[in-house]
């Protein structure tokens, strides 16, 4: 008799009558791939959502303190209330379980501030005693607004950090002058029919040369997509020009309750515009962002902003603007949780190779500050 070999597993085919047979898998046409190993196409992308846990009563001590201190110190103190407050919003939004934080100085803000501050002095006094020198301080305040922008960008970007790195934006000082100077000059003289193409513009300026780490973001969302926000918001505002003249032609002829109803029915009309506008232009925006492979989803509804809008609007009168801060915490909450990111792979893996990146290359301290103004 031969010897077995101690490592050697001999393969005999499967007796069909013994209990120990193996169960085949079932045929192909039954059996269910996890989507991302389906080998018919890239994997399916993961949303997750951003989560807010900012609370009212919290904010409510951040926000009366900074009330306080700023009145107190003549708005001095406004600048280190404005990191609290950003620090506060920041590290209660967080993505995949990590949270975002913002690093922002309070004393570059403040000198941003005292910048405006002088110019418009400047502007103003000159304007007022002179206007022929207020004109040509004009065109200097113009001249160097688009540089201020530019840095301003810059400094939000790099004092705002996910996940312990930062983000960074790359937009060159020619982009800002086409983006703040030429396109608002442009939409001036075309009685504003080019203001929906010069707001695409602007965004794309502000998200293209944007970056998370090294990794740059992409925009492409259509001008044609800002041009159908705006004439909606038109023909809103024509439908509450029509209705108004029709009370007014018809008003003597309603009876009194009626009548009472109406004007509120065209205020709440106009009261709509904000929140559809914020809306669409939030999903607009958002749908057509991406970061490296991941893109952004965003589904804001215009019906539901517009009832915290309202309810915000009652509770901020109905306490003499005690009710400030929930209202910003219930608007801040609906948005940011609005916002999913569809992850194209595993985020982990996508921050570590960021990070070995940007401690290879560097990441110098830019020549920043905050200029606070809204874009």
Do not use: C
């Not at 609290?84 to 100085?105: C, E, P, V």
């Not at 019906?303 to 603007?321: A, E, P, S």
């Amino acid at each position: 008799m031969m010897a077995r070999h101690p490592h050697r597993v001999r393969h005999e085919p499967p007796n069909p009558d013994s209990h120990d047979t193996p169960t085949l898998p079932p045929a192909r046409g039954d059996l269910t791939i996890p989507a991302p190993f389906r080998s018919t196409g890239a994997p399916e992308p993961l949303p997750l959502p951003l989560v807010f846990t900012g609370r009212g009563g919290e904010y409510f001590g951040i926000w009366i303190v900074n009330l306080l201190l700023t009145i107190v110190t003549f708005g001095i103190y406004s600048a280190w209330a404005k990191v609290r407050r950003m620090q506060y919003f920041y590290r209660n939004t967080s993505l995949a379980g990590a949270s975002f934080d913002y690093h922002g100085d309070p004393r570059a803000i403040l000198k941003g501030r005292l910048i405006m501050f002088v110019l418009f002095v400047v502007y103003n006094l000159a304007l007022q005693f002179a206007p022929v020198i207020g004109l040509l301080v004009g065109l200097v305040l113009a001249g160097v607004m688009p540089i201020l922008l530019q840095r301003s960008l810059r400094f939000r970007a790099h004092n705002t950090s996910w996940s312990g790195l930062r983000f960074a934006f790359d937009g060159s000082q020619g982009g800002s002058y086409r983006v703040f100077l030429l396109w608002p000059f442009l939409t001036m003289i075309t009685l504003y029919l080019l203001g929906p193409m010069w707001h695409q513009r602007l965004k794309q300026y502000q998200h293209r040369y944007a970056r998370y780490g090294t990794t740059p973001f992409t925009f492409d969302a259509p001008v044609g997509g800002f041009y159908r926000v705006y004439l909606m918001v038109i023909g809103i505002l024509i439908l509450g020009v029509v209705v108004a003249g029709a009370v007014g032609g018809f008003g003597a002829k309603l009876n009194p309750a009626t009548a009472a109803l109406i004007p509120l029915a065209i205020f709440l009309l106009f009261l709509f515009v904000q929140p559809y506008v914020m809306a669409k232009l939030q999903n607009l925006v958002w749908n057509h962002t991406q970061v490296g492979p991941h893109r952004f989803d965003s589904h804001v509804a215009p019906g539901r902003l517009f009832f915290i809008f309202i309810t915000n609007l009652i509770g901020v009168v109905l306490t003499l603007g005690l009710y400030q801060p929930f209202a910003a915490i219930r608007l801040a909450k609906y948005r940011l949780e609005s916002v999913s990111l569809l992850a194209a792979g595993p985020l982990d893996e996508f921050v570590a190779g960021q990070q070995q990146q940007v401690s290879a290359t560097g990441e110098g301290a830019a020549d920043v500050f905050d200029i606070d103004i809204a874009l």
